[in-house]
């Protein structure tokens, strides 16, 4: 399970990407170009770690590194992979400097990221058997979702389970300007 190592190390710093990469672009001093001169520095960061580094693992296992030499479908693939984490790392400091704050911008990025994931997946490597292939939710699945659901929501959840029985969705004051979905069942 070495893989699980690797998958929090990559949690961890993506989680500080985003207050590392604002904090950075706001200790340049400079409004108009401090999200460049972040980003300039990404990329500095990313020719330290995405190319000396890989070049100096390969020649420590004696790999070749006439990387223009690498088959053709590895190499575009990885290049497209890297142009658009790029981009995506440009539209974090875009996002930044639209008054985005790291906290609100970093959970929709890292929200929306996995969705974009499941779906270009599914549309690429469908199931065995279609779409009909897709099994449905389980009903403990169900109550899960809908109960995160009306977390994110501010959504009071219903006192007892049973998705298919609500009757009404009313949204009833809670006061100050917040509305709570109010559900009911039979």
């Excluded at 479908?73 to 497209?80: D, E, F, M, N, R």
């Excluded at 997946?121 to 009306?150: D, L, N, Q, V, Y």
């Amino acid at each position: 399970m070495a893989w699980l190592g690797w998958a929090f190390l990559t949690v961890v710093s993506w989680g500080v990407y985003g207050v590392f990469l604002h904090t950075g672009s706001l200790g340049m001093a400079d409004p108009a170009n401090g999200r460049i001169k972040a980003f300039l520095y990404v990329g500095l960061a990313y020719f330290l770690t995405a190319v000396l580094a890989p070049m100096a693992i390969l020649a420590a296992k004696g790999a070749s590194l006439a990387f223009w030499e690498y088959p053709a479908k590895g190499l575009w693939w990885s290049l497209i992979a890297g142009i658009v984490g790029a981009v995506g790392a440009l539209g974090v400091l875009l996002a930044f400097g639209a008054k985005g704050t790291p906290a609100v911008v970093m959970s929709i990025i890292f929200a929306g990221a996995p969705v974009v994931n499941a779906l270009y997946s599914i549309i690429a490597h469908p199931p065995e058997g279609g779409w009909g292939g897709i099994k449905p939710m389980s009903e403990g699945a169900k109550e899960i979702t809908f109960r995160a659901f009306c977390v994110f929501m501010n959504v009071q959840p219903p006192a007892r389970t049973g998705l298919h029985s609500l009757k009404a969705l009313p949204f009833v004051p809670m006061g100050a300007g917040q509305r709570r979905l109010m559900v009911s069942f039979p």
